[in-house]
């Protein structure tokens, strides 16, 4: 299944690859764009859907390892999947280890390449939907007040109302204050929940106490 709204790349300096890979992708339903170089690839407005690269390894000016390299410092989170002539053991492994989903040697078959496509894409959009969860939770910690932030971590790991006025140094009615709006703001009614939206967001828990649920 094609996730909506998605797109795949492809990056090649040689005309007859890329007509190639343009009718094949046509012919099996997938919208794609292609281009003869990295930089005309980066030229592009990052796609706002689901998307992977298809992209030579070795090419005139930046070449596939060196556009995985930029993608990575502009944080940005398309799919790659290389395809080479001139492939090493060395290069492959860096490709992988820098989040490729493959590495294919030329000539490839077009059935494994396809079944690339569909695990890039599928990824891709599994990455879209973490990071939308992500930013929304990190929108609701952001309504926190710096205290109920405080006060927040400290419940996530598992501490009573008056153990966190301890380690505050507050009145426990204060304490139970803040956690009420804590919960209310963040729309959740356990430290179950709570744990979960923080994990969401990547909360780093506090040093030094283990995280209970």
């Not at 930046?62 to 410092?73: F, V, Y």
């Not at 992500?134 to 109302?161: I, S, Y």
């Not at 507050?170 to 923080?198: I, P």
Request: glycine share 6%; with cysteine.
């Amino acid at each position: 299944m094609i996730p909506p709204n998605s797109l795949v790349f492809v990056i090649d300096d040689d005309a007859s690859i890329r007509k190639g890979l343009s009718r094949l992708l046509r012919a099996t339903g997938y919208r794609s764009e292609i281009f003869s170089s990295a930089a005309d690839f980066l030229a592009r407005s990052p796609h706002p859907g689901p998307s992977c690269v298809i992209v030579d390894v070795r090419m005139p000016g930046l070449n596939g390892i060196k556009l995985q390299e930029t993608l990575i410092q502009r944080c940005r989170h398309e799919q790659l999947i290389f395809i080479t002539g001139h492939g090493n053991v060395p290069m492959c492994a860096q490709a992988m280890k820098a989040g490729a989903v493959d590495f294919l040697p030329k000539p490839f078959r077009n059935a494994h390449l396809l079944q690339c496509v569909e695990r890039a894409l599928a990824r891709s959009a599994d990455e879209r939907s973490r990071t939308a969860e992500r930013n929304k939770a990190r929108q609701l910690l952001d309504l926190l007040t710096p205290r109920e932030f405080e006060v927040m971590q400290l419940v996530t790991t598992g501490m009573l109302n008056k153990q966190i006025a301890g380690e505050l140094g507050a009145a426990e009615k204060t304490v139970k204050v803040h956690r009420g709006r804590v919960m209310h703001k963040l729309g959740v009614t356990s430290v179950a929940e709570l744990l979960h939206l923080t994990q969401k967001a990547v909360v780093a828990p506090i040093a030094g106490h283990k995280t209970k649920v």
